[in-house]
């Protein structure tokens, strides 16, 4: 990235995969190597420093070599957790974030972002291929995480829900739609597999 703000990225994988088993997706591999590691390899290169969101097998994740943090709020609170977490504890002035369980993820994700948010003047850039957001992949202010607590605080733990209360710009992405597929399932897992 050449931008004068550097980026902390962020990957969450926080949740309890209750779609494949309940298993920790980002440790199940695909082709032969965790989904995390494909997350990581794509990710990676595009932020100043990356940070791991996981609330189980901290130390499968500290493996890859980067910081692991839990969710500071209890109860697998789904990714504005994670979000919470990492806007606490990233080191620079954005926070990106991806899923561990988006193994395609566009290489120039962030660059885009980063274009969307500073052309609009924004909170928060998310990504978007034609009628479907795609809320866990986005750039966001440091700066939020105030208003994110007070969110959090309220109960609230709809991302679009908080999104709404931001001045939000959503960046298109309809060139590389297939980019976004993320793994749920064992399904999924085997078609992508072929």
């Given at each position: 990235m050449s931008t004068t703000e550097k980026i902390t990225g962020v990957i969450l994988a926080g949740g309890q995969g209750r779609r494949m088993g309940s298993v920790d997706k980002g440790l199940v591999a695909l082709r032969g190597r965790p989904m995390a590691a494909w997350v990581i390899e794509r990710?990676?290169?595009?932020?100043?420093?990356?940070?791991?969101?996981?609330?189980?097998?901290?130390?499968?994740?500290?493996?890859?070599?980067?910081?692991?943090?839990?969710?500071?709020?209890?109860?697998?609170?789904?990714?504005?957790?994670?979000?919470h977490a990492a806007l606490s504890r990233a080191r620079h002035p954005l926070v990106a974030t991806a899923p561990c369980d988006s193994p395609f993820l566009p290489a120039d994700l962030v660059e885009r972002l980063h274009r969307g948010l500073v052309a609009a003047g924004a909170e928060l850039a998310v990504a978007r291929t034609f009628d479907q957001p795609h809320p866990v992949f986005c750039l966001?202010?440091?700066?939020?995480?105030?208003?994110?607590?007070?969110?959090?605080?309220?109960?609230?733990?709809k991302i679009d829900f908080w999104y709404a209360t931001l001045k939000i710009v959503e960046v298109r992405f309809d060139d590389e739609e297939a980019a976004f597929r993320n793994i749920n399932t064992r399904d999924e897992l085997n078609d992508v597999e072929k």
């Amino acid at each position: 990235m050449s931008t004068t703000e550097k980026i902390t990225g962020v990957i969450l994988a926080g949740g309890q995969g209750r779609r494949m088993g309940s298993v920790d997706k980002g440790l199940v591999a695909l082709r032969g190597r965790p989904m995390a590691a494909w997350v990581i390899e794509r990710f990676g290169p595009q932020v100043d420093e990356l940070i791991i969101n996981a609330n189980q097998n901290a130390e499968r994740y500290a493996a890859f070599g980067h910081p692991v943090f839990p969710d500071d709020i209890g109860g697998f609170a789904g990714p504005l957790a994670g979000l919470h977490a990492a806007l606490s504890r990233a080191r620079h002035p954005l926070v990106a974030t991806a899923p561990c369980d988006s193994p395609f993820l566009p290489a120039d994700l962030v660059e885009r972002l980063h274009r969307g948010l500073v052309a609009a003047g924004a909170e928060l850039a998310v990504a978007r291929t034609f009628d479907q957001p795609h809320p866990v992949f986005c750039l966001c202010r440091r700066d939020v995480l105030p208003h994110l607590d007070e969110f959090l605080a309220g109960g609230g733990r709809k991302i679009d829900f908080w999104y709404a209360t931001l001045k939000i710009v959503e960046v298109r992405f309809d060139d590389e739609e297939a980019a976004f597929r993320n793994i749920n399932t064992r399904d999924e897992l085997n078609d992508v597999e072929k």
